[in-house]
């Protein structure tokens, strides 16, 4: 049952952390970090081809500080409403920095027509060809002549059997100078480590050495973000590895630990867009089909201590079809596979499948654990844009696009009608944030803080969350202004292990919320639990522990909705519904000591404007079919683990 306490003010304290030393930790994790571990600059060859040409890593650092930039293809200054605390660069590794070097630099390019005839019909292809400076005309050759795939939704077949080398086939093909794109991609990395140097200020910013390993075979999206806690300096002695480098997961995991043996550095692989996998990113096997072994899961595990949840292609927490009764699994659904045809169609429509959703790889990890005795699948969350404009911006009223030519509110209509049901920028959903609770700004704090996994995710608010789970909390213990360390002490934070039951006792989750300084009110703290039944099968059930309004709970424990203040016309939202903060303690009231479990947190915001209606009232149109009105924005934390004794 959920304890509920009010007037208890928590802002400063969730604002500014608590510093009081804790004998279990060296430095006891205080601070709440905002950041993005994914953004793109022109150095991406698709960034480029679709209108980014001012924008690179210098002018991305610059603009997540809150510094205004100018976007050239929109020709406009650009600002953040709130600067970040950190900042990953995160390039596509394959034909780094070439699309724009080549697309302006003919010399590079040798004369050979055997490349068309080699990958013909592929998406290299059109990128990389000559002739086409119109970002709308590129970006349209590469959706029309994309490959067909020849693996659906939920096959078995190992997708990326028989993947093309990328870039690799351009040389192969004798198209590129190999030796002038190695020096293109290593310069491009050079000026993007030095760029991350230049701009981090430890205490203050941090600039996060990263890239995007890029695997989308048969439209099957396996994409991980890799980050770092290197220097710039150390990470320009080594090269990013992309797909075309190594085309399977276990290839990046194996050059992630030969590099971090070499450099002493450490990395973390972040999967995004699990969405639109087809079923692969966390599927029962690994993806050649063969088993998952120990071996295997504690291999993934420990590069794979993160997963983004949430981004600007869709909102990977869960699905109404595998959700069925959470009333807000319908949330910026991304509906588009990245293949031919874009938006899907007739023969390639699509399925959401259980290796597509986060929640259900938790629940899975747990039926995998319990079979291996390893869990492959014990990730924590965070959230991040996958902007490719070199605009860190996941605000509703500051969405500047996934692609630069988006940017430009008129390039989303074709003909001066919208460009509905398509692939475009209506149907993205402008999200999402990382958070992290570290002891200070640095890049080793916050890549530490991602291997333990004491992060979570929001949708673009700057909602503040924090929760332990111990077996003995009380009401004083939360109003405590030391709750942080009565909470490591005693407990263990978000993304911990809560260690075997003593006796009986269920276990009790200690949660505050807090909304962002700049944000709407919240409407209510629910408590998501995955367990292991007696069969053997994971099950979920979702928990409303704290929320405003004085609503009443119905027999079957849902609530009735918190209202919608927004103005449609102008999109302002008033603050008259909901509650600032949050402060409960909730125990479980279903707890079976002997099953595996776990507990994550989702806070919902007021219903808000979403950037579609305020694009459809500013064209004089109606709301655009790709989206609602008014949206639920949210926070997601990672998991808090129960695992029974004899599971260990």
Same mark, same amino acid.
């Given at each position: 049952?959920?304890?509920?306490?009010?007037?208890?003010?928590?802002?400063?304290?969730?604002?500014?952390?608590?510093?009081?030393?804790?004998?279990?930790?060296?430095?006891?994790?205080?601070?709440?970090?905002?950041?993005?571990?994914?953004? #793109?600059?022109?150095?991406?060859?698709?960034?480029?081809?679709?209108?980014?040409?001012?924008?690179?890593?210098?002018?991305?650092?610059?603009?997540?500080?809150?510094?205004?930039? #100018?976007?050239?293809?929109?020709?406009?200054?650009?600002?953040?409403?709130?600067?970040?605390?950190?900042?990953?660069?995160?390039?596509?590794?394959?034909?780094?920095?070439?699309?724009?070097?080549?697309?302006?630099?003919?010399?590079?390019?040798?004369?050979?027509?055997?490349?068309?005839?080699?990958?013909?019909?592929?998406?290299?292809?059109?990128?990389?060809?000559?002739?086409?400076?119109?970002?709308?005309?590129?970006?349209?050759?590469?959706?029309?002549?994309?490959?067909?795939?020849?693996?659906?939704?939920?096959?078995?077949?190992?997708?990326?059997?028989?993947?093309?080398?990328?870039?690799?086939?351009?040389?192969?093909?004798?198209?590129?100078?190999?030796?002038?794109? #190695?020096?293109?991609?290593?310069?491009?990395?050079?000026?993007?480590?030095?760029?991350?140097?230049?701009?981090?200020?430890?205490?203050?910013?941090?600039?996060?050495?990263?890239?995007?390993?890029?695997?989308?075979?048969?439209?099957?999206?396996?994409?991980?973000?890799?980050?770092?806690?290197?220097?710039?300096?150390?990470?320009?002695?080594?090269?990013?590895?992309?797909?075309? =480098?190594?085309?399977?997961?276990?290839?990046?995991?194996?050059?992630?630990?030969?590099?971090?043996?070499?450099?002493?550095?450490?990395?973390?692989?972040?999967?995004?867009?699990?969405?639109?996998?087809?079923?692969?990113?966390?599927?029962?096997?690994?993806?050649?089909?063969?088993?998952?072994?120990?071996?295997?899961?504690?291999?993934?595990?420990?590069?794979?201590?993160?997963?983004?949840?949430?981004?600007?292609?869709? =909102?990977?927490?869960?699905?109404?079809?595998?959700?069925?009764?959470?009333?807000?699994?319908?949330?910026?659904?991304?509906?588009?596979?990245?293949?031919?045809?874009?938006?899907?169609?007739?023969?390639?429509?699509?399925?959401?499948?259980?290796?597509?959703?986060?929640?259900?790889?938790?629940?899975?990890?747990?039926?995998?654990?319990?079979?291996?005795?390893?869990?492959?699948?014990?990730?924590?969350?965070?959230?991040?844009?996958?902007?490719?404009?070199?605009?860190?911006?996941?605000?509703?009223?500051?969405?500047?696009?996934?692609?630069?030519?988006?940017?430009?509110?008129?390039?989303?209509?074709?003909?001066?009608?919208?460009?509905?049901?398509?692939?475009?920028?209506?149907?993205?959903?402008?999200?999402?944030?990382?958070?992290?609770?570290?002891?200070?700004?640095?890049?080793?704090?916050?890549?530490?803080?991602?291997?333990?996994?004491?992060?979570?995710?929001?949708?673009?608010?700057?909602?503040?969350?924090?929760?332990?789970?111990?077996?003995?909390?009380?009401?004083?213990?939360?109003?405590?202004?030391?709750?942080?360390?009565?909470?490591?002490?005693?407990?263990?934070?978000?993304?911990? =292990?809560?260690?075997?039951?003593?006796?009986?006792?269920?276990?009790?989750?200690?949660?505050?919320?807090?909304?962002?300084?700049?944000?709407?009110?919240?409407?209510?703290?629910?408590?998501?639990?995955?367990?292991?039944?007696?069969?053997?099968?994971?099950?979920?059930?979702?928990?409303?522990?704290?929320?405003?309004?004085?609503?009443?709970?119905?027999?079957?424990?849902?609530?009735?909705?918190?209202?919608?203040?927004?103005?449609?016309?102008?999109?302002?939202?008033?603050?008259?519904?909901?509650?600032?903060?949050?402060?409960?303690?909730?125990? =479980?009231?279903?707890?079976?000591?002997?099953?595996?479990?776990?507990?994550?947190?989702?806070?919902?915001?007021?219903?808000?404007?979403?950037?579609?209606?305020?694009?459809?009232?500013?064209?004089?149109?109606?709301?655009?079919?790709?989206?609602?009105?008014?949206?639920?924005?949210?926070?997601?934390?990672?998991?808090?683990?129960?695992?029974?004794?004899?599971?260990?």
């Amino acid at each position: 049952m959920a304890q509920m306490i009010n007037k208890v003010s928590l802002s400063v304290f969730l604002l500014a952390g608590s510093t009081a030393f804790n004998p279990l930790w060296a430095q006891e994790p205080s601070k709440v970090l905002w950041g993005d571990t994914h953004l #793109h600059t022109y150095f991406s060859a698709d960034a480029y081809l679709a209108g980014n040409r001012s924008v690179g890593p210098d002018e991305a650092f610059r603009a997540a500080k809150g510094e205004p930039i #100018h976007s050239a293809v929109a020709g406009v200054r650009v600002q953040l409403r709130e600067p970040l605390d950190f900042l990953a660069v995160a390039d596509h590794a394959g034909a780094l920095g070439l699309m724009g070097a080549y697309n302006e630099n003919d010399s590079l390019i040798e004369e050979d027509t055997s490349f068309y005839q080699t990958i013909k019909g592929s998406v290299i292809q059109m990128l990389f060809q000559r002739g086409v400076k119109d970002p709308k005309e590129a970006g349209k050759r590469v959706f029309d002549n994309a490959p067909l795939p020849e693996i659906a939704p939920g096959d078995t077949k190992d997708p990326v059997a028989g993947a093309g080398k990328g870039a690799g086939a351009l040389y192969d093909a004798g198209i590129v100078s190999v030796t002038e794109a #190695h020096k293109v991609s290593e310069t491009a990395w050079k000026v993007t480590m030095e760029a991350a140097d230049r701009h981090n200020d430890p205490g203050h910013f941090t600039a996060l050495v990263g890239w995007e390993w890029t695997q989308t075979n048969n439209g099957a999206n396996l994409h991980r973000v890799v980050v770092s806690d290197a220097e710039g300096e150390t990470a320009s002695k080594f090269e990013p590895f992309g797909a075309d =480098d190594g085309p399977y997961p276990e290839d990046l995991w194996n050059f992630l630990d030969e590099t971090s043996k070499e450099f002493g550095v450490d990395f973390v692989s972040i999967p995004h867009n699990s969405n639109i996998s087809k079923g692969y990113m966390f599927a029962e096997t690994t993806l050649k089909g063969q088993p998952i072994t120990a071996a295997y899961a504690k291999n993934r595990a420990r590069w794979e201590s993160l997963v983004e949840v949430t981004q600007f292609k869709g =909102d990977s927490e869960t699905h109404p079809d595998l959700s069925p009764n959470d009333e807000f699994a319908d949330f910026e659904k991304f509906k588009f596979y990245l293949q031919r045809p874009p938006q899907g169609g007739a023969d390639y429509p699509y399925v959401a499948n259980a290796g597509d959703y986060v929640r259900s790889a938790f629940k899975r990890g747990m039926e995998i654990e319990n079979t291996i005795g390893v869990n492959p699948f014990k990730m924590g969350v965070i959230g991040s844009t996958d902007s490719h404009t070199g605009i860190p911006s996941a605000e509703e009223t500051n969405f500047w696009g996934k692609v630069s030519l988006y940017s430009v509110l008129e390039n989303k209509r074709r003909d001066g009608e919208p460009t509905t049901g398509q692939f475009n920028d209506w149907n993205m959903s402008a999200s999402g944030l990382a958070a992290v609770w570290a002891p200070e700004n640095t890049r080793k704090d916050i890549v530490a803080a991602f291997k333990r996994r004491e992060t979570y995710a929001t949708t673009g608010p700057r909602i503040q969350v924090r929760v332990f789970a111990g077996w003995d909390f009380s009401a004083e213990d939360l109003a405590n202004e030391n709750m942080a360390s009565i909470g490591y002490e005693r407990g263990v934070p978000m993304g911990g =292990d809560l260690a075997d039951a003593p006796g009986t006792t269920a276990p009790v989750l200690m949660i505050r919320a807090v909304k962002g300084p700049m944000d709407h009110n919240l409407d209510r703290v629910q408590v998501i639990k995955g367990w292991i039944g007696d069969d053997g099968k994971a099950l979920e059930k979702i928990y409303n522990v704290a929320w405003s309004d004085n609503r009443q709970l119905d027999a079957k424990g849902g609530l009735p909705a918190v209202g919608n203040t927004v103005n449609l016309k102008t999109g302002m939202t008033v603050n008259s519904i909901g509650a600032p903060e949050f402060s409960t303690l909730w125990t =479980d009231p279903e707890f079976n000591a002997s099953q595996q479990a776990f507990y994550y947190i989702r806070v919902l915001q007021i219903p808000t404007i979403r950037h579609s209606k305020l694009d459809a009232n500013a064209l004089g149109m109606e709301t655009p079919l790709e989206g609602p009105a008014t949206l639920q924005e949210r926070a997601y934390t990672s998991p808090i683990w129960y695992t029974p004794q004899d599971k260990l």
